[in-house]
């Protein structure tokens, strides 16, 4: 039995960033509950495999290369959808990367780099879908922020920047097109474990950290976003837009003292 409260069978769902991580599971939530399901990402390869890994779903996943941060592949992806499904009922913003590097050894060319795909491209990729979806009258944004929305963690200052910005462009676009029936919310992971973070947390030391400072005792999952994604696209939120919605765990909740 299902509740048409939180139904998204049916919509046309673009996920930029959607070959791997917290993307990936994202669009596979999407496509077992009956979406039609659009992939983006920079590398065919890559999103070939990611496609071929959503199986046993009611719509086939679509893979499309587009790298947001070239503006001309951005609307020749959104042109193409249009001509395809007529519509995009749904927008994950999901593309992103990061460079570790203390400040003073970040380069022009990191900074850009990194600049290019989680803000820029976020922005030009939501202002090309806007544009449909103004013209459809509806429709649901979710962008992928981050805790460094909330405040920057050491050693990524271009990516805290990039996220923090993420967060205002949500509000200033919610504020815009909420009267054209757009809504523009953001989902905030906190700690995951993914391909490109488990060397990371595989340190001991690191492993423990997150475990002291986050009240549930685990770091998450990519499938942890999935429940958040699937209420920001249904009718159950439909009075929200403009919000940020940290799925952390409780990582943001407060300090923990080491104080018994």
């Avoid at 990611?50 to 996943?61: D, H």
């Avoid at 070239?70 to 249009?82: A, E, G, M, R, Y």
């Avoid at 685990?218 to 919000?243: C, H, I, K, N, W």
């Amino acid at each position: 039995m299902t509740d048409p409260l939180f139904e998204v069978k049916d919509q046309v769902v673009l996920v930029s960033g959607g070959s791997r991580g917290i993307g990936l599971a994202i669009a596979a939530g999407f496509a077992q509950r009956g979406a039609q399901v659009v992939v983006t990402g920079r590398d065919s390869s890559r999103l070939e495999q990611a496609v071929a890994t959503i199986a046993e779903v009611p719509l086939s996943p679509q893979g499309v290369v587009c790298d947001v941060s070239q503006s001309d592949q951005i609307q020749q992806t959104v042109d193409q959808l249009q001509q395809q499904y007529g519509r995009v009922d749904t927008l994950i913003n999901a593309a992103g990367v990061n460079r570790r590097k203390p400040s003073l050894e970040v380069t022009e060319e990191d900074y850009d780099f990194i600049l290019d795909i989680n803000l820029k491209g976020a922005f030009l990729l939501s202002q090309a879908v806007g544009r449909l979806m103004v013209g459809q009258g509806a429709g649901s944004q979710i962008n992928i922020a981050s805790l460094n929305t909330d405040r920057p963690l050491k050693n990524v200052l271009p990516y805290a920047v990039s996220k923090a910005g993420m967060g205002h462009m949500t509000r200033a676009l919610a504020s815009e097109w909420g009267q054209h029936g757009i809504r523009v919310n953001a989902l905030a992971p906190g700690f995951i474990l993914t391909d490109l973070t488990r060397k990371l947390w595989s340190d001991p030391q690191m492993q423990q950290w997150g475990l002291d400072n986050t009240p549930q005792r685990r770091l998450g999952q990519p499938e942890d976003m999935v429940g958040t994604a699937l209420f920001l696209a249904s009718p159950a939120s439909a009075f929200m837009t403009g919000q940020i919605l940290y799925v952390d765990g409780g990582f943001t909740a407060g300090f923990d003292w080491p104080i018994e």
